[in-house]
T-cell receptor, first 107, second 114 residues
Framework: KNEVEQSPQNLTAQEGEFITINCSYS?????LHWLQQHPGGGIVSLFM???GKKKHGRLIATINIQEKHSSLHITASHPRDSAVYIC?????????FGTGTSLTVIP | DTGVSQNPRHKITKRGQNVTFRCDPI?????LYWYRQTLGQGPEFLTY????????KSRLLSDRFSAERPKGSFSTLEIQRTEQGDSAMYLC????????????FGSGTQLSVL
């Protein structure tokens, strides 16, 4: 069983919709990371959080430490948000990655 | 700060050949990671360095794989006697200290073994 599980695996949304991607983890962590990967591109860190909630533009990330669960929300989604979103956790010197959620936003 | 740089971006090779990839981390980042990623999967850990010391290697890393970071700056990943199963994106990432820090990724090297 993977230390980090994401859902859904694939997501298609209409432009403007509110999107939620979920992440559950099974190990103690020092921080949780949300990453974005565009096709053929590298991976960009969106958020790193260890408690509560963070917001950046239309993106919001929340974490519930007790439930070992995090969500990434995208408000007013746009086609340029189409990418793979990866949840990762850091534990000691190591990072553990989910398999990613492939998001497609249709105009 | 020019970010993490990886070369080459793409590599096509024939089975049995050796290949070497290079990663230049963000300067003063003392921790460097190598990952492998295949389609539809998250990054899979290969190895990491603290400065020039290789501190951990994945059990999945066969003896055909070797990595170095001779002066604690750039790193190389070599695959000897490549196999078709080695075809993947090889990602390098760096971080200032490791635990609780953001990972900064390079754009990756896409390896295709024919």
């Amino acid at each position: 069983k993977n230390e980090v599980e994401q859902s859904p695996q694939n997501l298609t949304a209409q432009e403007g919709e509110f999107i939620t991607i979920n992440c559950s983890y099974s190990v103690g962590i020092s921080a949780l990371h949300w990453l974005q990967q565009h096709p053929g591109g590298g991976i960009v860190s969106l958020f790193m959080l260890s408690s509560g909630k963070k917001k950046h533009g239309r993106l919001i990330a929340t974490i519930n430490i007790q439930e070992k669960h995090s969500s990434l929300h995208i408000t007013a989604s746009h086609p340029r948000d189409s990418a793979v979103y990866i949840c990762a956790v850091s534990r000691g010197n190591q990072f553990y990655f989910g398999t990613g959620t492939s998001l497609t936003v249709i105009p | 700060d020019t970010g993490v740089s990886q070369n080459p971006r793409h590599k096509i090779t024939k089975r049995g050949q050796n290949v070497t990839f290079r990663c230049d981390p963000i300067s003063e980042h003392n921790r460097l990671y190598w990952y492998r990623q295949t389609l539809g999967q998250g990054p899979e850990f290969l190895t990491y360095f603290q400065n020039e010391a290789q501190l951990e290697k994945s059990r999945l890393l066969s003896d055909r794989f070797s990595a170095e970071r001779p002066k604690g700056s750039f790193s190389t990943l070599e695959i000897q006697r490549t196999e078709q199963g080695d075809s993947a994106m090889y990602l390098c990432a760096s971080t200032p200290t490791g635990s609780g820090e953001k990972l900064f990724f390079g754009s990756g090297t896409q390896l295709s073994v024919l």
